[in-house]
C-alpha cells in the first residue's frame, strides 16, 4: 500500500507565499513523476506542476514564473513553492505520485487528499 500525504497548504494575503510538501511512503519500488494539481469546487482537477524523476518539469501557464516544484527523490517528496500569490490560486491542492511497486515498469498513481490554499486579505 501506498500513502501520498501533502501539507503546507493555509490562509495567505496576496502577494504572499507558501510551500506546500507532498510525501509518499509504503510498498514503493520506484516513482516517476510527481505533480501538483488543484480542483475548484464543481470544476476539474488541473494540473498545476509536474516533475519527472530526471528533473523535467511542465507548469501551467497560469502559475509560470511564480510557483516552482522540486523533489528529493531519496525522501519520494516533492514540494511546490507559491509566490506572488492571487486570490485565484485559492482552492485545494493535490498532490500525486507515479509509483512503481516492484520492477515490471508499471506505474499507479496515487492521490493525496489534498491541502487547502486561500489567497486573501
Known amino acids: 500500500q501506498v500513502q501520498v500525504v501533502e501539507s503546507g497548504g493555509g490562509l495567505v494575503q496576496p502577494g504572499g507565499s507558501l510551500r506546500l510538501s507532498c510525501a509518499a511512503s509504503?510498498?514503493?519500488?520506484?516513482?516517476?513523476?510527481m505533480g501538483w494539481y488543484r480542483q475548484a469546487p464543481g470544476q476539474e482537477r488541473e494540473l498545476v506542476a509536474v516533475?519527472?524523476?530526471?528533473?523535467?518539469?511542465n507548469y501551467d501557464d497560469s502559475v509560470k514564473g511564480r510557483f516552482t516544484i522540486s523533489r528529493d527523490n531519496a525522501k519520494n517528496t516533492v514540494y511546490l513553492q507559491m509566490n506572488s500569490l492571487k486570490p485565484e490560486d485559492t482552492t485545494k491542492y493535490y498532490c500525486?505520485?507515479?509509483?512503481?511497486?516492484?520492477?515490471?515498469?508499471?506505474?499507479?498513481?496515487?492521490w493525496g487528499q489534498g491541502t487547502q490554499v486561500t489567497v486573501s486579505s
Open positions: 500525486n505520485a507515479d509509483v512503481m511497486l516492484d520492477r515490471s515498469g508499471r506505474t499507479y498513481r496515487y
Open positions: 516533475m519527472d524523476n530526471g528533473g523535467r518539469t
Open positions: 509504503g510498498s514503493i519500488f520506484s516513482i516517476d513523476a
